[in-house]
């Protein structure tokens, strides 16, 4: 889940920020090699699951609708639009993706990664508790769903907030990019907080429904 977000949305719009500079690399080069990181890890992913990374497809539009609006010296109103634009939709893109064949909550969540899910599966299929795991996803979603609604909100206010200078001048580019460090602790950490909290609630119902305890639920590296 953390390298997920970090590959898809906190290092480009780091790195589109940091590279955009006319005294660096400039705009346009900077936004090739922001857009490299989501591509590159969303290909990296794909070859390895064969699925397509929603987060690696929301990553390339952010980075490349940050990229335009720069370019074309947008309004800042729209740029606070983009950044509620990409959690607001991964809000709504959350429960909806349960009705397709790969659920979102399993990439950010459920995932073989980090959990032994063959060793979950055939408990489920041995209990007969399927349909309590496919609840408590649900619930996880929805759980998942509200952590970036609110990121999107506080986005939004944030970029209200803070960025007031003419788009395009030196001072508009430095309100961006403290813009950027300081939704850290305002914005990133009580979304991880939610995440964190939905993520103990899925394990604690996958012991419950499965009667595995603890590491067993866990992948087990050599």
């Known amino acids: 889940m953390l390298v997920n977000l970090a590959c898809n949305v906190v290092l480009p719009g780091l790195l589109l920020d940091k590279l955009s500079k006319p005294d660096r690399l400039g705009p346009v080069a900077g936004l090739v090699i922001a857009l490299s990181v989501p591509l590159g890890y969303g290909i990296y992913d794909f070859i390895r699951r064969r699925v397509w990374n929603a987060l690696s497809v929301l990553g390339l539009c952010s980075v490349l609708l940050t990229g335009v609006l720069g370019l074309l010296k947008t309004e800042a109103f729209w740029f606070a639009v983009k950044e509620a634009a990409i959690p607001g939709l991964l809000a709504v893109a959350i ?59 506080l986005n939004f206010g944030l970029a209200r907030w803070m960025l007031t200078a003419t788009p395009g001048t030196d001072d508009f580019n430095k309100q961006l990019g403290r813009m950027n460090w300081m939704s850290w602790p305002v914005i990133f950490v009580p979304m991880m907080a939610m995440m964190v909290y939905a993520l103990m609630r899925l394990l604690k119902g996958v012991e419950r429904i499965t009667g595995l305890k603890g590491e067993d639920i866990f992948v087990r590296r050599s």
């Open 95 to 153: 429960p909806l993706s349960l009705r397709t064949k790969q659920p979102l909550v399993r990439t950010l969540l459920y995932n073989d990664q980090v959990l032994d899910v063959g060793r979950i599966e055939s408990e489920l299929a041995a209990r007969a508790t399927r349909p309590a795991f496919d609840a408590l996803l649900a619930s996880s979603s929805w759980l998942l769903a509200g952590s970036f609604l609110l990121s999107s909100a």
